[in-house]
């Protein structure tokens, strides 16, 4: 235990009396390990917030929808199959939507329009917030009110202002005609990642009532596809069993798989694969400066023991064995890559917060890095590796001079 501590004593030595060479050769090692730790900790930082986000807009949702085998059966999802599905215990809201193209004429002038037909439970699958009025529930469906719900950017876009609560829409669907009374106006959640843009020419969206669709375009009570909030404390995948269960036993379709399900779980799971997959890539790019700053470290260690040489010849003239020769200069090899493995944490980690604080000035949301003590703890065991590794070279060469041709060398 004392012979090592005295070789790390010599090699510490060493290195501080070639500060500006051994600065040099930690380079590539403080580099490569601030680089992977930093765009690592920013990886995890952006997708656990994109998570987060993700999860309040659409977590614990389930589309279901039918499959082209139950078309060709007439199978839809029928009003009757909307309420036995909200009737599930793990099942918090559900709603449906159809989409059909029409216009509108306002003081503003002619409008394209996205009209959107839903379910009882649209306010809460739509994660809206309302900023004047109402969104349509459960009577306004029973009833078939003529009424809609739009945003406050298409409010302005049709009227000039978004306090149109009140007011009424004239939509003319496949050359039918209808007057909305505007219960509702929505507005863009802040502090959100995800933001819906308008521009010039893009349909106006309006959402009604699906059961208001009937005399203006003729629609029935069928529909392709629902989507469904579920209990976020349960697993997505027992939720939508349980829905499908309900559908199939209405339909008496067991095992036909005519309903098909999308949970939004998988979905993020889909993009924290993807996003994972360019981390690993960025990081195993930024990791090849390891193999440089390595490479690095044996060229200076063998410069080291070529200056050394006549120092090695005394050494084992005296009787210093190879064992210990070998150990002197690994022990300098590790000390010069841990030291710049230990810079490069404190510079990645610095450079994790410095740049995620970038990031959320640029794009309007907090991004905190996502520091891992097990991707520290293995930047710095790869740090001692790399050191040792290209260390054993240069140590085999001091090792095995001959004590005889060391001395004679000046």
Known sequence: MGGLFEYIKMAVQNIR???GR????MLGIIIGIASVIAIVSIGEG????????IDGIGGGQIAV???????TESEFITAEDVQAVREIDTVEGVNVS?????????????FSIMLTAEGPDAKLLNNSEMKYGNYFGENEIEEGKNVCVISDADAKRLFGTDDVVGMNLDITCYDSSKSF???GVTTQKENGTFVSYTYDG????VNIPYSSME???GAADEFYSLTIQGDKTLDSQIIADQVVHVLEKRHQCAGEEYFQVQSFQDVMQSMNEMLGMVTAFISFVAGISLLVGGIGVMNIMLVSVTERTREIGIRKSLGAKTSSIMLQFLAEAAILTVIGGLIGIILGILAAYGICSVMSGSIGMTITPGISPTVIFVATLFSCAVGVFFGIYPAKKAARLSPIEALRRN
Do not use: H
């Not at 051994?22 to 050769?25: A, K």
């Not at 159809?98 to 002619?110: I, R």
């Open 22 to 25: 051994s600065f040099l050769t």
């Open 202 to 205: 893009m349909p106006v969206a």
């Open 181 to 183: 009374r505007i219960m």
């Open 98 to 110: 159809e989409s059909y193209d029409g216009e509108t004429v306002t003081g503003k002038g002619n």
């Open 46 to 53: 952006t997708k656990n917030q994109m998570n987060s986000e």
């Open 215 to 217: 005399d203006l375009a």
């Open 17 to 19: 009396a070639n500060k």
């Open 65 to 71: 929808s039918v499959s082209n085998d139950a078309i």
